[in-house]
Antibody, heavy 123, light 105 residues
Framework: QVQLQQSGPGLVKPSQTLSLTCAISGDSVSSTSAAWNWIRQSPSRGLEWLGRTYYRATWSNDYAPSVHSRITITPDTSKNQFSLQLNSVTPEDTAVYYC?????????????WGQGTLVTVSS | SYELTQPPSVSVSPGQTASITCSGNKLGDKYTSWYQQRPGQSPVLVIYQDTKRPSGVPERFSGSSSGNTATLTISGTQAVDEADYYCQAWDRSTVFGGGTKLTVL
């Protein structure tokens, strides 16, 4: 059974960097059949996919155009986890952030999700 | 950008069949997934690849897709099924629908 455990601060000041980590158990961040994703949810934007990291002989990342210039997703194979960094945050980035495992067959679906972290951007 | 449209709300009586639709351009040519989200909880995958149920999801949940519409059907709806439901597809990027609140009256 795959489990994803999120950690990180729930309050970030405007213009600073949002950082969250997702620890994986029951699978490997280096799996060649899965991708490791960050998805957020807010009343104004609904569910919004932010990006993914995945290993297919080499490491790759895909990011949503809406956050492409501000986002970094990094795997940590030594701890079997992956992290999200979102720079220059504004109150518009206030949301519940989820990590999720993505599986691909003519498109991705997300079969395991973390518990969610409410991140508030406020001074 | 690709868009998925869901009705904001659907109501159903206990024991009856609930149908939740998701519309998108040529959606039937893509795979649709469905997620259930109860208040304060993370989304849970209930249907993937249009019609497949993950292990542990009750048989009363089923999915179909054709043309521009995918449908999540819940047969013999129970009070525990009251939740928000989201469709999701992939068109060069992941897209979610706006969600449908299912009320079991």
């Amino acid at each position: 059974q795959v489990q994803l455990q999120q950690s990180g601060p729930g309050l970030v000041k405007p213009s600073q960097t949002l950082s969250l980590t997702c620890a994986i158990s029951g699978d490997s961040v280096s799996s060649t059949s899965a991708a490791w994703n960050w998805i957020r949810q807010s009343p104004s934007r609904g569910l919004e996919w932010l990006g993914r990291t995945y290993y297919r002989a080499t490491w790759s990342n895909d990011y949503a155009p809406s956050v492409h210039s501000r986002i970094t997703i990094t795997p940590d194979t030594s701890k079997n986890q992956f992290s999200l960094q979102l720079n220059s945050v504004t109150p518009e980035d206030t949301a519940v952030y989820y990590c999720a495992r993505g599986m691909y067959l003519r498109g991705f679906y997300y079969d395991y999700w973390g518990q969610g972290t409410l991140v508030t951007v406020s001074s | 950008s690709y868009e998925l449209t869901q009705p904001p709300s659907v109501s159903v009586s206990p024991g009856q069949t609930a149908s939740i639709t998701c519309s998108g351009n040529k959606l039937g040519d893509k795979y649709t997934s469905w997620y259930q989200q109860r208040p304060g909880q993370s989304p849970v995958l209930v249907i993937y690849q249009d019609t497949k149920r993950p292990s542990g999801v009750p048989e009363r949940f089923s999915g179909s897709s054709s043309g521009n519409t995918a449908t999540l059907t819940i047969s013999g709806t129970q009070a525990v099924d009251e939740a928000d439901y989201y469709c999701q597809a992939w068109d060069r990027s992941t897209v979610f629908g706006g969600g449908t609140k299912l009320t079991v009256l």
